[in-house]
């Protein structure tokens, strides 16, 4: 049996020829943001360390915005506060911010696109965007299946869709703020797909390469982990396990059980799929997206869990619930590795 380190290496060197050999195949991935994670929770290859995008880059423009300079949106630095989806909308509309007004609510992936993954309590930047008071930000996107529902990001790092009346102003509990954005990102709701008739697809918009249809059967964290980076498939062998910004880059607001486009994945199951993010303060846990609705959040690695390998979406210069997580269960990291002070906030299990 190869041992764990030789198999990292072993692997790593193939990857790192596979994708030379490509050359300048490997497309753009359209202003996906990495997650920022650099830390090793395993000695099994294919964890998110393991590869590297497009860091988050922010450039404080001085004038109450940041403009991300992975993705090209320009965002409000410090959030609008509280208040109901209702206000939010006018609020938006009615902005006048550095002498701008075409601001609007973000959808799921803009704002997901704000995380870090390797921080926690929140899992963002906090000299960035300063005065975090949030622990949900409301999107632009009612959920396409029961409309009395928005699509929340919260401050842990995961997404689902709530009841408008649960924030405080409407009488509810949870604090949903308002962060609004302006310019044009290919970070929509859904993928824009094309069948490579090699049993792999291509999402035109981020550059990545997924596999068709993934295994039949369901495993662990390593175990997909394992699979992912042991395919061959289309003549290529740089597979890996995506990423949980890369995963829910798939799901499309628009569609539901599955939230996936089965015209172009037929296997997709309305399920949950493993990440290779580990939960940075949890390692014992990782992230997935379920695609009953597009949700993200976290589950025990030993979970058996449905998996997808993709490959490609390096980056230009310049640019690469079930339930969703309760600040209440996220115990203190071994080592402290935040982007603010305070507890991680999140979902409550159960909370959709």
Same mark, same amino acid.
């Given at each position: 049996?190869?041992?764990?380190?030789?198999?990292?290496?072993?692997?790593?060197?193939?990857?790192?020829?596979?994708?030379?050999?490509?050359?300048?195949?490997?497309?753009?991935?359209?202003?996906?943001?990495?997650?920022?994670?650099?830390?090793?929770?395993?000695?099994?290859?294919?964890?998110?360390?393991?590869?590297?995008?497009?860091?988050?880059a922010?450039?404080?423009? @001085?004038?109450? +915005? =940041?403009?991300?300079?992975?993705?090209?949106? $320009?965002?409000? %630095?410090?959030?609008? &506060?509280?208040?109901?989806?209702?206000?939010?909308?006018?609020?938006?509309?009615?902005?006048?911010?550095?002498?701008?007004?075409?601001?609007?609510?973000?959808?799921?992936?803009?704002?997901?696109?704000?995380?870090?993954?390797?921080?926690?309590?929140?899992?963002?930047?906090?000299?960035?965007?300063?005065?975090?008071?949030?622990?949900?930000w409301?999107?632009?996107?009612a959920?396409?299946?029961?409309?009395?529902?928005?699509?929340?990001?919260?401050?842990?790092?995961?997404?689902g869709?709530?009841? @408008?009346?649960? +924030? =405080?102003?409407?009488?509810?509990?949870?604090? $949903?703020?308002? %962060?609004?954005?302006? &310019?044009?990102?290919?970070?929509?709701?859904?993928?824009?797909?094309?069948?490579?008739?090699?049993?792999?697809?291509?999402?035109?918009?981020?550059?990545?390469?997924?596999q068709?249809?993934?295994?039949?059967?369901?495993?662990?964290?390593?175990?997909?982990?394992?699979?992912?980076?042991?395919?061959?498939?289309?003549?290529?062998?740089?597979?890996?396990?995506p990423?949980?910004?890369?995963?829910?880059?798939?799901?499309?607001?628009a569609?539901?059980?599955?939230?996936?486009?089965?015209?172009?994945?037929?296997?997709?199951?309305?399920?949950?799929?493993?990440s290779s993010?580990?939960?940075?303060?949890?390692?014992?846990?990782?992230w997935?997206?379920?695609?009953t609705?597009?949700?993200?959040?976290?589950?025990?690695?030993?979970?058996?869990?449905?998996?997808?390998?993709?490959?490609?979406?390096?980056?230009?210069?310049?640019?690469?619930?079930?339930?969703e997580?309760?600040p209440?269960?996220?115990?203190?990291?071994?080592?402290?590795?935040?982007g603010?002070?305070?507890?991680?906030?999140?979902?409550?299990?159960?909370?959709?």
């Amino acid at each position: 049996m190869v041992p764990p380190m030789l198999q990292r290496l072993l692997f790593a060197v193939a990857w790192l020829a596979a994708t030379l050999a490509a050359g300048a195949e490997r497309a753009p991935t359209g202003g996906l943001p990495d997650t920022g994670q650099t830390t090793r929770y395993t000695k099994s290859f294919g964890e998110d360390s393991d590869f590297t995008g497009s860091s988050p880059a922010y450039q404080d423009n @001085k004038d109450g +915005t =940041v403009t991300d300079l992975v993705t090209g949106l $320009v965002w409000q %630095r410090v959030d609008g &506060g509280e208040m109901t989806w209702e206000k939010a909308k006018e609020y938006a509309k009615s902005l006048r911010l550095a002498g701008k007004q075409d601001w609007r609510l973000p959808n799921s992936n803009e704002l997901l696109s704000l995380m870090n993954h390797g921080f926690h309590g929140p899992a963002m930047d906090t000299t960035v965007f300063p005065h975090l008071e949030a622990r949900y930000w409301w999107t632009g996107t009612a959920k396409v299946d029961d409309p009395s529902k928005v699509w929340l990001v919260n401050t842990g790092g995961g997404i689902g869709a709530h009841a @408008k009346t649960e +924030t =405080v102003s409407a009488g509810g509990n949870r604090p $949903v703020h308002i %962060r609004c954005v302006r &310019g044009t990102s290919r970070l929509g709701s859904g993928p824009t797909l094309k069948d490579n008739g090699d049993g792999t697809v291509t999402d035109q918009r981020t550059g990545l390469v997924w596999q068709k249809v993934g295994p039949a059967r369901r495993g662990t964290w390593e175990e997909a982990l394992r699979a992912c980076s042991e395919l061959d498939l289309a003549g290529r062998k740089d597979w890996r396990l995506p990423n949980i910004k890369e995963l829910r880059s798939l799901s499309d607001d628009a569609l539901a059980a599955p939230s996936a486009d089965r015209k172009f994945l037929p296997g997709m199951n309305a399920a949950a799929y493993w990440s290779s993010t580990t939960q940075c303060n949890r390692p014992e846990r990782a992230w997935f997206t379920d695609f009953t609705s597009g949700l993200v959040t976290y589950a025990d690695k030993t979970t058996p869990q449905w998996f997808l390998a993709v490959r490609g979406g390096e980056p230009t210069a310049g640019s690469r619930e079930k339930t969703e997580p309760d600040p209440k269960t996220l115990a203190p990291p071994e080592k402290a590795k935040g982007g603010g002070k305070g507890k991680p906030r999140g979902d409550k299990k159960g909370g959709n």
